[in-house]
Every structure is written in C-alpha cells, then in structure tokens.
C-alpha cells in the first residue's frame, strides 16, 4: 500500500516519518503530480498555508484529480489548512474542494505566536494536539461523525473516506492518529 502526502507546501516530512513509523511497509509517497497521486490508496493534504496551497494546486493542475479520487473514495486526511481546503464552506472566502459538510473560521484560535498544545480524547485515545493558527469547525453537517473536541468545539472529523483535524498530529510523536487514518485506508 502507498499512502501520499501532498507536498506543495507545509508539514511533508513530518507526515512521511510518521506513516513509515506506523508501518515500514507502507510507501510513504509525496504527492506533487498526477501520476503519483495515481499510485497512491490515500492521501494526506498536510497543514500549511490554505490560500498557498489553492494556488499550487491550481498550477499543478491536481484539483479536479484530486477531487475526482476523493469523490470516487479515496481515503483523504485534511490537517490544518489541509481542513479548509476540504470544507463546504470557509467564512469569508469561497470555498476550495468542498467534500467535507463543515463550516470553517480560519486563524479562529489566534495567530502564530498564539500556538498551543491541548489534550483530549481522539476516538477514545487521550491525545495532545498542537494548534498552529488552526481554523475553528463552526458548523458540522449530519452525516459527519466528531471524532475530538478541544474546549467543546470539534477538532477532528469524519465524513466516510474524508478525516479531518485542526491540529497537527504529525507534530508530535504519537502515531496514533496516523494509525488511525491508515486503518481508513484499509491497513494497520
Ligand atoms: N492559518 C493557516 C490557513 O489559514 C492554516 C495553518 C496551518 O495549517 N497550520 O491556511
């Protein structure tokens, strides 16, 4: 199995190590063209800068592949700004993919220098999760399950193939997300 990070811009590394620390079996591919988004079974759109990330994307020519594999069930994992890229809708912008029924607030939990770790259950794992000017989840639609909150609001969701966290998982050195998420793509 090959699991994908995008690598336009943002946490690559990070999320590379801790895929291979799941299971060194896995291929863990960064994604930047169509061709090895095509050799991958799932896909993390990793933290970053959202509006870089759109624009990158749209140069890369990866948003319509990258929305027809996700529409066709591809397992996908949004982090941070990887989270409003998937989201509906994006308060005072217009939205990128819209896969995902939330609502989003960028920069809602503050700026850089506002950064924090919080802890809280994850599907029934006590976990920290670091914020790095993380957009808020202001609405959740029906058909999606809240996996963690932090502080009474959602951080982390699933809607069927789609997950997304406002926290960085991969900034820590617990991999246990990412287990998670590689379960979703059909393997430990
Ligand atoms: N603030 C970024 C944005 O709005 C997201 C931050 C992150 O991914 N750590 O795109």
Redesign the pocket.
């Known amino acids: 199995m090959n699991i994908g990070v995008l690598a336009l811009q ?1 946490s690559v590394a990070e999320h590379l190590k801790m895929i291979s620390s799941v299971n060194k079996k896995i291929g863990a591919i960064p994604v930047r063209t169509i061709d090895e988004l095509a050799s991958v079974d799932g896909l993390i759109i990793p ?5 870089t ?1 759109r624009r990158l994307l749209d140069s890369f020519k990866l948003y319509t592949p990258i929305k027809e594999r996700i529409m066709a069930g591809m397992p996908v994992w949004g ?4 989270l ?1 890229l998937l989201a509906n809708r994006v308060e005072g912008e217009t939205p990128y993919l819209s896969l995902l029924d939330v609502d989003v607030k ?2 809602a939990y503050g700026r850089q220098i506002d950064s924090f770790v919080g802890e809280g259950d994850f599907d029934n794992m006590y976990i920290n999760m670091v914020f ?4 808020k989840i202001t609405r959740v639609g029906d058909d999606v399950t809240v996996l963690a909150e932090y502080d009474g609001t959602p951080v982390a969701v699933r809607q069927d193939n789609i997950m997304a966290t406002s926290f ?1 998982p991969e900034m820590t050195r617990d991999n246990r997300v990412h287990k998670y998420f590689l379960s979703m793509c059909g393997k430990e």
């Open positions: 943002g933290g970053g800068e959202s509006t990330l982090t941070c700004a990887g409003i960028r920069n790095i000017r993380a957009p960085h």
